[in-house]
């Protein structure tokens, strides 16, 4: 049997990403091998339940949401190549004192509400081009989610991956018990069709009528207008939702909602909808606010802007923005 690949061989052979990027990959990655060890310590380590305080999104913050937080922000200020980075857990933006290179932006520990009852959480990132000749400001940050050098992240979960797009197509490594990443899925691929879709129900009557109509349809199943049966999957847990999809295929939809008419959407864009939608892309699905406008095209307005997701496989993408376009 040949031995699997490891990541510092397999980010040796990316010549099309400098070597600037692939060593803030290298230190995310490592970084996120640091906190699937203290996930997994959990109570053992006293590390479960809440820290006790709110963050910037007015959450209410877990301990391993902090823990994990300084520990990204404690490696990415050692990477010599970071200029800069930005946590949907900080107010602010935060520089390291260096010009150019790259910039950081990530979700330290996605789907923090399950932790406490041992489901699967994630760490999201993005990595942006900073600007030459001058540290960072906040502006610098808000960039189309099409100028990311690379997007990734890693799932916690029965066993650890880290899935990662640099210039092209997307790749997935597993944590061994040494504390390696090893190359297991070397091309990911989104099947256009599916019949599973993944969405809080709870939510149904906050939604605007097109997601209404699209979610009935579905389950209408083969006697409906969709002619087929769907399931539903719900993790709540973006990172472990999208997995899923990438792995066999989904749509994932996190909409709009009524409770907060002046709010987009519920999902960070430069935390979590940028870097997953260029994942997605890159392995052949769509991402999208509304089934039509892509969300790598948005030009961001604040940090911490919101926005509404739907993404996934790329004809079920389709038939969202057809229900809102025709409102069949």
Request: charged content about 20%; hydrophobic content about 40%; overall charge negative.
């Amino acid at each position: 049997m040949t031995k699997p690949i490891t990541l510092a061989t397999y980010l040796a052979s990316q010549s099309a990403a400098d070597a600037a990027l692939r060593a803030v990959v290298a230190n995310v990655a490592q970084t996120c091998a640091e906190i699937s060890r203290v996930v997994a310590g959990g109570a053992l380590t006293g590390s479960l339940g809440a820290a006790g305080h709110t963050n910037v999104q007015d959450e209410e913050q877990k301990k391993l949401d902090v823990i994990t937080n300084d520990m990204l922000r404690a490696a990415l200020d050692g990477c010599a190549p970071v200029a800069g980075l930005a946590s949907e857990e900080l107010d602010t933006i935060e520089t390291t004192g260096r010009e150019g290179g790259f910039l950081v932006t990530f979700d330290p520990l996605d789907g923090s509400s399950n932790i406490d009852v041992n489901v699967s959480v994630g760490t999201i990132f993005s990595i942006l081009p900073a600007p030459a000749g001058k540290v960072p400001d906040e502006a610098d940050f808000l960039q189309p989610g099409r100028r990311q050098a690379a997007a990734g992240y890693a799932l916690y979960g029965p066993q650890t991956m880290l899935v990662l797009t640099l210039t092209e197509g997307v790749a997935a490594f597993t944590l061994d018990a040494g504390g390696e990443w090893l190359l297991t899925h070397e091309a990911l691929s989104i099947p256009a069709d599916t019949k599973e879709f993944a969405i809080n129900m709870s939510n149904q009557r906050h939604w605007a009528e097109p997601v209404r109509r699209y979610i009935d349809g579905c389950l209408q199943g083969k006697t409906g207008p969709r002619g087929k049966d769907f399931n539903m999957r719900w993790v709540a847990a973006m990172v472990a939702d999208v997995h899923r999809i990438l792995m066999r295929g989904g749509i994932f939809l996190y909409p709009w909602d009524a409770r907060e008419p002046d709010r987009a959407g519920k999902l960070r864009l430069m935390y979590e909808a940028n870097p997953m939608s260029l994942i997605v892309e890159r392995a052949g699905g769509k991402s999208t606010t509304d089934g039509v406008a892509p969300i790598l095209d948005l030009q961001p307005t604040k940090l911490h802007q919101r926005v509404p997701v739907v993404l996934g496989s790329a004809n079920e993408v389709d038939q969202v923005g057809a229900v809102d376009q025709v409102g069949a």
